[in-house]
């Protein structure tokens, strides 16, 4: 089982930056595949951003590439997601996974096991 919890959400306005947190327990931290995830209302859960267990690679969705960096500190089993020049249509609740198979850096949600309850990010024009 791999516990995550997400932090660092919140109301921020056009052009303005924010970091996001997310801590995992319950699995040595450094065996997982990490991603963000967003979900607007009414819309579908969208890949944001995945990273490696060792962190050598990444993958982003175009919509934020050279906007948004996914990081992570495996000795604090924490991935981050800093995202910079926020725009409106980046409001959404972001939710960080975990997936146990490595090898591969999947898009799609359903290939992730586990999941954070989400965390608000608010972008106002």
């Known amino acids: 089982q791999v516990q995550l919890v997400e932090s660092g959400g919140g109301l921020v306005q056009a052009g303005g930056s924010l970091r996001l947190s997310c801590a995992g327990s319950g699995r040595t931290f450094s065996s997982l595949v990490m991603g963000w995830f967003r979900q607007a209302p009414g819309k579908e859960r969208d890949f944001v951003a995945v990273i490696s267990w060792s962190g050598s690679s990444r993958n982003y969705a175009d919509s934020v590439k050279g906007r948004f960096t996914i990081s992570r500190d495996n000795t604090k089993n924490t991935v981050y997601l800093q995202m910079n020049s926020l725009k409106p249509e980046d409001t959404a609740v972001y939710y960080c996974?975990?997936?146990?198979?490595?090898?591969?850096?999947?898009?799609?949600?359903?290939?992730?096991?586990?999941w954070g309850q989400g965390t608000q990010v608010t972008v106002s024009s």
């Open positions: 996974a975990a997936r146990t198979l490595l090898g591969t850096l999947p898009r799609a949600p359903a290939a992730y096991e586990y």
